[in-house]
Each structure stands twice: as C-alpha cells, then as structure tokens.
T-cell receptor, first 111, second 114 residues
C-alpha cells in the first residue's frame, strides 16, 4: 500500500504531557503532511514537511522526517484537552497526483 | 467553520433514490476532491478535478457520478446506492493540483443508505 501506517492506533495521555505519533510509508515522497480530524468533522491541515527537510515546527507541533527510514513523527508538546482528535499522516508519493492518508492515531487527552 | 461548504450535512436515502451532494469553495482553488470515510478509517480518495476536468477516478462504481460545473462547485450525484455506501463524504480543495498545496476540507455529508 502507498498509504502511511501510523502507530499507535490509539493514545491516551494526561493534559500537559507530550504526545508522539509515528508514520511509516513505503515509496519515495515529495512531501509528507499531517492532518487533524475532530469527531464528525473535516480534516484540518497541520503541517507539511518536504522531502529535503528533516524537522519542522509550528507552535506546539514538531514534525520530523527520516527519508532513509521512510518514517515521520508528530510531537505535540504540553497537550490540552482540545487536542483530542484523530491525527493522520499523508505521504505525497512521487508520481502520484493526489494525497492519500495513513491509518490514523486517535489521541485522547484527559483533563 | 471551514472555507469549503458542503450540503447537506446529513442525508438519508433509499437504495432506489437519486440524490446529490454539493460542495462549494471561494478560495480560487483549481483542484477539488471527493473522499469517502467510513467510521474509524482514514479518508479514501474517490475523484480529483483539476481545472474543472476529471483527472483521477479511483475505480469508483458508476453509481457515484461526479460533476464540476465551474471552478467553485463540485457535485457528487448518487443513484442506486447500497447500504455499504453509508459513510462520511468529504469534499476538499487545493490551490494547485500538485503536491505542495495542502488540502482544505469541508465538514462532510453524513450519508445513510437504507
């Protein structure tokens, strides 16, 4: 499959803790994107990291990319209850003309 | 609120009905997408329109028929659906059809086929 595979499938943490989600993929990419989805809503774009970048930050989010291992991670620092959502990685595969999504991580942040 | 508007929010239809899902964006995006999402699963790509032309059809059954009347509108016409077609249907748009433009999603239409 060209889609990303994420782990863990589900993650439950306390408010204030950090959350780390991992994504692995199989073929070469142009970039990798992360999206968040609140229950019953559309997806919201969080961050895009290009294949020649190794790390990117946006507020409390930190994304890393290791193209040699075909993997990426999303770190949310100082989590809040409002971060409760599903998080999807979306590797944009070279030669592909649209985005496909990984299996997702369901994050629960307990207040 | 999102900048991509989908109507209706909810739809219940019988297997013999014909209905349409609508999507509208006014961000000047030239690529528009339909995704289907089952519960606790990732969105699955169905169709991509680029500059109002169908550029990708992911082997979707013909009971789903997309239409892009202009650069701001995207429709999905439904006919003779099956109960297994019940899902959240998400519309998205992007500035370009290429890889470096993030997708902007609507909040979806929750479809139930009875």
């Amino acid at each position: 499959s060209q889609q990303g595979e994420e782990d863990p499938q589900a993650l439950s943490i306390q408010e204030g803790e950090n959350a780390t989600m991992n994504c692995s993929y199989k073929t070469s990419i142009n970039n990798l994107q992360w999206y968040r989805q609140n229950s019953g809503r559309g997806l919201v774009h969080l961050i895009l990291i290009r294949s020649n970048e190794r790390e990117k930050h946006s507020g409390r989010l930190r994304v890393t990319l290791d193209t040699s291992k075909k993997s990426s991670s999303l770190l949310i620092t100082a989590s809040r209850a409002a971060d409760t959502a599903s998080y999807f990685c979306a590797p944009y595969h070279t030669g592909r003309r649209a985005l496909t999504f990984g299996s997702g991580t369901r994050l629960q942040v307990q207040p | 609120d999102t900048e991509v508007t989908q109507t209706p929010k909810h739809l219940v239809m019988g297997m013999t009905n014909k209905k349409s899902l609508k999507c509208e964006q006014h961000m000047g995006h030239r690529a528009m997408y339909w995704y289907k999402q089952k519960a606790k699963k990732p969105p699955e790509l169905m169709f991509v329109y680029s500059y109002e032309k169908l550029s990708i059809n992911e082997s979707v059954p013909s009971r789903f028929s997309p239409e892009c009347p202009n650069s701001s509108l995207l429709n999905l016409h439904l006919h003779a659906l099956q109960p297994e077609d019940s899902a959240l249907y998400l519309c998205a748009s992007s500035q370009l059809g290429g890889s470096n433009s993030p997708l902007h999603f609507g909040n979806g239409t929750r479809l139930t086929v009875t």
